[in-house]
């Protein structure tokens, strides 16, 4: 789809400059030339001419050209109708400032990162649980706006496995940079092996005390596969296996969930999680290491 834009682009940019250079010519000969003169009626002939052939014909052809390329373009990227097997569905939902991406054959919800198979069309149906964000990963194609109560569809193929960048593109709050969408395209066996090790992920609860405080407080709003069911955060249940935190503010190392558990509202000020500062530190810091063991 990328590909499609680009050549677009340069076939747009080509014929651009192909006018300007004719314009600039003509208006350095009409410069240089020495000047004519004709009697009236000659001289409306002429400028009829000009205004006809330079300023309705030429300006018409051009653009049909355009849209003769242009057109064809734009209709193969949309999502429709495949002649072999459907594309995988995925949905991905903008909040602020965090991005939801579920399978929903497979049952399989993560957060800050989208995971698809190489070589397939993929489609993508975008919506959004409050302002208008925008979905965009500018290596895999065009961008389209996430509308809350409306469901936009956008198919986008990976042609070889790679990490790719998204980045939310409407403006949609303080947050709004801190809000990127970790893109991996797999070899299809990887990418079933990377579902599957989510679709019934055992997690292994955490024990004591900070267990409690776990369900007390993060479980009623993050979920955690077979632990707790909030479902207004992000998902946690593969926490540890994801390469960043807080929607690409943090690099997702060891220690870096315990820093992001005490310092998120600075790291992120804004987000829609409370502070922790009556948590006792000890259990907080017990919480983040667990979290960190998150890994399908
Ligand atoms: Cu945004």
Same mark, same amino acid.
């Given at each position: 789809?990328?590909?499609?834009?680009?050549?677009?682009?340069?076939?747009?940019?080509?014929?651009?400059?192909?006018?300007?250079?004719v314009?600039?010519?003509?208006?350095?000969?009409?410069?240089?030339?020495?000047?004519?003169?004709?009697?009236?009626?000659?001289a409306?002939?002429?400028?009829?001419?000009?205004?006809?052939?330079?300023?309705?014909?030429?300006?018409?052809?051009?653009?049909?050209?355009l849209?003769?390329?242009?057109?064809?373009?734009?209709?193969?990227?949309?999502?429709?109708?495949?002649?072999?097997?459907?594309?995988?569905?995925?949905?991905?939902?903008?909040?602020?400032?965090?991005?939801?991406v579920?399978?929903?054959?497979?049952?399989?919800?993560?957060?800050?990162?989208l995971?698809?198979?190489?070589?397939?069309?993929?489609?993508?149906?975008?919506?959004?649980?409050?302002?208008?964000?925008?979905?965009?990963?500018?290596?895999?194609?065009?961008?389209?706006?996430?509308l809350?109560?409306?469901?936009? @569809?956008?198919?986008?193929? #990976?042609?070889? /496995? %790679?990490?790719f960048?998204?980045?939310?593109?409407?403006? *949609? =709050?303080?947050? +709004?940079s801190?809000?990127?969408?970790?893109?991996?395209?797999?070899?299809?066996?990887?990418?079933?092996?990377?579902?599957?090790?989510? @679709?019934?992920?055992?997690? #292994?609860?955490? /024990? %004591?005390?900070?267990?409690?405080?776990?369900?007390?407080? *993060? =479980?009623?709003? +993050?979920?955690?596969?077979?632990?707790?069911?909030?479902?207004?955060?992000?998902?946690?249940?593969?926490?540890?296996?994801?390469?960043?935190?807080?929607?690409?503010?943090?690099?997702?190392?060891?220690g870096?969930?315990?820093?992001?558990?005490?310092?998120?509202?600075?790291?992120?000020?804004?987000?829609?999680?409370?502070?922790?500062?009556?948590?006792?530190?000890?259990?907080?810091?017990?919480?983040?290491?667990?979290?960190?063991?998150?890994?399908?």
């Amino acid at each position: 789809m990328a590909r499609e834009v680009a050549l677009l682009w340069w076939v747009m940019c080509g014929f651009a400059s192909v006018v300007l250079l004719v314009l600039t010519a003509l208006w350095v000969h009409a410069m240089r030339r020495a000047p004519r003169r004709f009697d009236a009626a000659r001289a409306d002939t002429l400028n009829r001419r000009w205004l006809i052939g330079g300023g309705l014909l030429l300006p018409s052809v051009s653009v049909a050209l355009l849209l003769l390329f242009g057109v064809p373009a734009g209709q193969r990227l949309l999502p429709l109708p495949l002649d072999g097997e459907p594309p995988l569905r995925i949905e991905v939902i903008g909040h602020q400032w965090w991005w939801e991406v579920r399978y929903p054959d497979s049952g399989v919800v993560t957060a800050n990162q989208l995971h698809l198979p190489a070589g397939r069309p993929v489609d993508l149906q975008v919506s959004s649980a409050d302002v208008i964000h925008s979905f965009w990963v500018p290596r895999l194609g065009g961008k389209i706006d996430m509308l809350p109560g409306r469901h936009n @569809r956008i198919r986008l193929q #990976a042609d070889r /496995p %790679g990490r790719f960048r998204g980045q939310c593109s409407e403006f *949609c =709050g303080t947050q +709004h940079s801190h809000m990127i969408l970790d893109v991996q395209a797999h070899a299809e066996a990887d990418f079933q092996a990377w579902l599957q090790a989510r @679709r019934e992920p055992q997690v #292994a609860a955490l /024990p %004591g005390p900070p267990g409690e405080v776990f369900q007390a407080r *993060c =479980g009623q709003c +993050h979920r955690v596969a077979g632990i707790s069911d909030g479902a207004r955060a992000p998902d946690l249940s593969d926490i540890g296996s994801r390469k960043s935190l807080g929607g690409g503010v943090l690099s997702n190392e060891p220690g870096a969930l315990r820093r992001w558990l005490r310092e998120h509202q600075r790291l992120k000020p804004g987000n829609a999680m409370p502070l922790h500062d009556d948590i006792d530190p000890d259990h907080l810091g017990a919480i983040a290491d667990w979290l960190e063991t998150l890994t399908p």
